[in-house]
């Protein structure tokens, strides 16, 4: 069964880093059926942050400071509001209208090639706030992340990292949190080496994939991907 945890851990990776955001929310799902919900947040969120490290080491000439401040500031300061408020708020109906809206927005974006979000100040900072603040409170904030960085029209390369580092800023915010409500018990530590090993290989392994992959099949790959997220987290809201 560990194993098994591990395995799932490496293939998310891979997932994570070709669409640039995702590790988290294919694995937490997968990790909820290993150990209960705050335990699995945790090791999860330990996952995305060595990934993130991955990905920025991987594609660092890709990172754009400019939108890392504008984007990454907000989503710190919301993730601290997001993450203080995991005991408190029902989750289901969150992730459900996000599915929903991440449906529609893929489905136009798919539809409209040339759609794109204007690089605006107030949409970074907007982008940042809302998607800082889910991966608070439900741990799957990426999708809305990857959702506004696709808008930008960002090439491949900037696009990974930029969001890679907003993450790490957001995972680097949120963990200690968890930790210090006492989400993650002493005898899963062990696993947190374990995890930095698999999420570097898994990261790895995906920036091989997206070498292979041309600009405009890369941009489908992100929209398709928040398409599916989508459609998982609006099952919830009809008991799935």
């Not at 669409?19 to 990790?31: E, K, R």
């Not at 754009?64 to 990454?72: C, M, Q, V, Y």
């Not at 603040?133 to 990426?142: E, K, P, R, V």
Request: no cysteine.
């Amino acid at each position: 069964m560990v194993m098994l945890f591990f395995l799932t851990a490496f293939v998310s990776e891979i997932a994570g880093t070709m669409a640039g955001f995702g590790s988290s929310t294919i694995f937490l799902p997968l990790a909820i059926l290993f150990f209960d919900f705050k335990t699995a947040l945790v090791l999860v969120a330990f996952l995305h942050i060595f990934g993130n490290v991955g990905r920025i080491a991987f594609f660092k000439h890709g990172i754009d400071w400019n939108l890392i401040l504008k984007f990454g500031v907000p989503s710190v300061l919301f993730t601290i509001i997001g993450a203080l408020l995991v005991s408190r708020i029902p989750q289901d109906a969150l992730k459900g209208y996000l599915g929903v809206f991440l449906i529609g927005y893929a489905l136009y974006s798919l539809w409209k090639e040339n759609f794109a979000v204007s690089p605006s100040n107030t949409n970074a900072i907007a982008g940042g706030g809302i998607s800082g603040f889910l991966a608070g409170l439900i741990g799957t904030g990426g999708a809305l992340r990857g959702a506004f960085l696709s808008g930008f029209k960002l090439p491949k390369d900037k696009y990974i990292a930029t969001a890679a580092s907003i993450a790490l800023a957001v995972d680097i915010t949120r963990i200690p949190i968890y930790i210090t409500q006492g989400f993650l018990e002493s005898k899963y530590y062990w696993y947190i080496p374990i995890l930095f090993l698999v999420a570097l290989a898994g990261s790895f392994t995906g920036k091989q994939i997206v070498k292979k992959i041309p600009q405009k099949k890369f941009i489908k790959v992100v929209l398709l991907a928040i398409f599916i997220i989508g459609i998982k987290f609006a099952l919830g809201l009809f008991g799935f």
